[in-house]
């Protein structure tokens, strides 16, 4: 009896979803009236148009056969799903001329389209298989809508697309303009490149226009769409141009997206900008917003920044610490062999050294200094976060030598870590690292070409700096590097590294930058050797021979 009236159940289930199928149908067909047959027979072509096995002849001599069928229709289906779908395939596939036409069709509901659910992918077919004047035609009808479009949920990211893509400089200029106010709708200015040129010939207009900007741009963050290179430009622009009271309003609303903003260059900036003038709330809520992303910013092309400005600003070191910093730990050997991230274990140790940095990042971070928040001195900022990472960075370095020795960008890294190292880790550290270059075996592969570790020329450069700097440790009282390298060199090591001009050099420093009783040592070695450097033609053997008689 149960399972009788499973079937029945099963049976009634097919008769109710046939029904429901049949009606859709009938819809549809009152719907379309006239075009209902036409659309049917489009469907049975597209369906031998969207093959894979559909050869190129087959595919425009077929969507030539479906736009025939269609013509004059278009503007009518445009809006379905189904046919939409069949619409994007024709335009795809046939003639640039067949194209146009229907274009031309469909430009009276061309913004409609942008904004509907399915239309707007026969909109953005159109503008990537479309030639240079028909996506200049479809972004000049969307002038006069362009704030209405990027507050729109379906046709913001299209808007966006085309002016990340297609757009020229001009219509890009074009576009920021309607965000400048409604005079700019129907008329654009040449002479207007930037928000500040809309009132530069008339300073009674900027309150209104910097209003326009303002209400434009926060109806468009209400609707939480800030990936967009096109606002973020126009929220850059009025950032820089605005009362404190307005900025202080758009941090408010900017503070919880520093993710999302960190993503691009202009994004980045913004971000930046919102930790400089932000006061600590924004600060805090900034931090926690970076909760679990900051591996990924810190390792991104321009999310990296913001992590620089932060360490810049921030006051609460404890709280720098536990979101941004333990993080940061956490990750840190994937972070530092990142091109990115290098800089911000760097920025940790080194803050704006010029060794490390160039101008154009300390230019861009020295705009955040003296701003109204941050009331601890720089070097008091720095030193306490330095007192959090310092340990773990040399502890890494100890365990992870190989990583932190593998490109000679990285090896700089490790050596501004070493520089501000102390005690037990350094000593730790100074081991390993001696451990590996004196290790035979070891090679560093950079670009599939095979290095013996001594004659590379980054970590060569690397090792020099590291050794002329033993000075400085030993006036701290702190064991050098050079004392514990040359300890643990042999007579076989030196046979090897004599092979090479960098390792002849580097025996060379060792000798000029150690203390003597330490040097001492590192000749009594070398004399045992001495027919064998003479053997040798380079330039950094005759320079070690030099030395070697000198010190005799």
């Given at each position: 009896m149960k399972n009788g009236t499973l079937a029945i159940q099963k049976e009634d289930w097919q008769k109710f979803k046939k029904k429901k199928k049949d009606l859709r149908e009938k819809r549809k067909e009152r719907k379309l009236m006239d075009i209902y047959e036409i659309s049917v027979r489009a469907k049975k072509l597209s369906e031998k148009l969207r093959r894979s096995d559909c050869t190129k002849e087959e595919r425009k001599k077929l969507s030539k056969e479906i736009h025939e069928l269609l013509k004059s229709h278009y503007s009518k289906i445009i809006f379905t799903h189904d046919m939409s779908r069949i619409v994007q395939w024709i335009l795809k596939y046939c003639p640039h001329d067949a194209r146009n036409v229907i274009f031309d069709e469909l430009k009276p509901s061309l913004i409609a389209m942008t904004q509907s659910k399915y239309a707007k992918n026969c909109v953005k077919t159109l503008l990537k298989y479309g030639n240079a004047e028909l996506k200049k035609s479809i972004i000049s009808e969307w002038y006069g809508n362009i704030v209405n479009l990027m507050s729109h949920s379906v046709s913001a990211p299209l808007v966006e697309l085309a002016y990340s893509t297609w757009a020229s400089n001009e219509d890009k200029i074009n576009f920021k303009q309607e965000f400048y106010g409604d005079m700019y709708k129907k008329a654009k200015d040449s002479e207007v490149k930037v928000l500040a040129d809309a009132y530069k010939n008339a300073e009674g207009m900027k309150t209104a226009i910097l209003s326009a900007v303002k209400a434009n741009v926060i109806r468009i963050l209400n609707k939480k769409f800030i990936n967009s290179i096109l606002l973020q430009t126009v929220i850059w622009e009025f950032l820089t141009n605005c009362s404190n009271v307005d900025k202080n309003e758009i941090i408010v609303m900017l503070r919880s997206l520093i993710v999302e903003l960190s993503k691009t260059k202009v994004g980045s900036k913004i971000a930046m900008f919102c930790i400089w003038h932000g006061n600590n709330k924004d600060r805090k809520i900034i931090m926690k917003a970076l909760k679990e992303n900051v591996k990924s910013i810190a390792m991104s092309a321009h999310g990296y920044m913001v992590l620089l400005a932060l360490i810049?600003?921030?006051?609460?070191?404890?709280?720098?610490?536990?979101?941004?910093?333990?993080?940061?730990?956490?990750?840190?050997?994937?972070?530092?062999?990142?091109?990115?991230?290098?800089?911000?274990?760097?920025?940790?140790?080194?803050?704006?050294?010029?060794?490390?940095?160039?101008?154009?990042?300390?230019?861009?971070?020295?705009?955040?200094?003296?701003?109204?928040?941050?009331?601890?001195?720089?070097?008091?900022?720095?030193?306490?976060?330095?007192?959090?990472?310092?340990?773990?960075?040399?502890?890494?370095?100890?365990?992870?030598?190989?990583?932190?020795?593998?490109?000679?960008?990285?090896?700089?890294?490790?050596?501004?870590?070493?520089?501000?190292?102390?005690?037990?880790?350094?000593?730790?550290?100074?081991?390993?690292?001696?451990?590996?270059?004196?290790?035979?075996?070891?090679?560093?592969?950079?670009?599939?070409?095979?290095?013996?570790?001594?004659?590379?020329?980054?970590?060569?450069?690397?090792?020099?700096?590291?050794?002329?700097?033993?000075?400085?440790?030993?006036?701290?009282?702190?064991?050098?590097?050079?004392?514990?390298?040359?300890?643990?060199?042999?007579?076989?090591?030196?046979?090897?590294?004599?092979?090479?001009?960098?390792?002849?050099?580097l025996l060379v420093l060792l000798i000029e930058n150690e203390p003597k009783t330490i040097v001492n040592n590192l000749l009594s070695k070398l004399k045992e050797i001495v027919q064998s450097i003479k053997k040798e033609k380079t330039l950094g053997a005759s320079i070690l021979l030099k030395k070697l008689k000198e010190k005799q």
């Open positions: 810049d600003s921030v006051d609460d070191t404890v709280l720098m610490k536990k979101i941004i910093l333990s993080e940061i730990l956490q990750d840190l050997t994937e972070i530092v062999l990142n091109e990115y991230g290098k800089h911000v274990i760097l920025y940790l140790v080194a803050r704006r050294d010029p060794h490390y940095f160039p101008p154009s990042i300390v230019e861009c971070l020295s705009q955040g200094d003296n701003n109204e928040t941050s009331k601890k001195p720089a070097d008091v900022r720095r030193k306490e976060l330095c007192e959090v990472v310092t340990n773990t960075f040399l502890e890494s370095i100890a365990t992870q030598t190989e990583s932190w020795l593998s490109k000679g960008s990285i090896s700089m890294v490790a050596l501004a870590v070493l520089k501000i190292g102390s005690g037990e880790k350094l000593n730790r550290a100074f081991q390993a690292i001696a451990t590996l270059l004196t290790n035979t075996e070891s090679k560093i592969v950079e670009e599939d070409i095979e290095y013996n570790l001594i004659e590379h020329s980054g970590l060569h450069m690397m090792l020099k700096k590291l050794i002329q700097n033993d000075k400085n440790f030993e006036e701290k009282g702190e064991t050098t590097f050079g004392a514990i390298l040359i300890d643990r060199i042999t007579k076989d090591i030196l046979k090897q590294w004599i092979q090479f001009n960098r390792g002849c050099f």
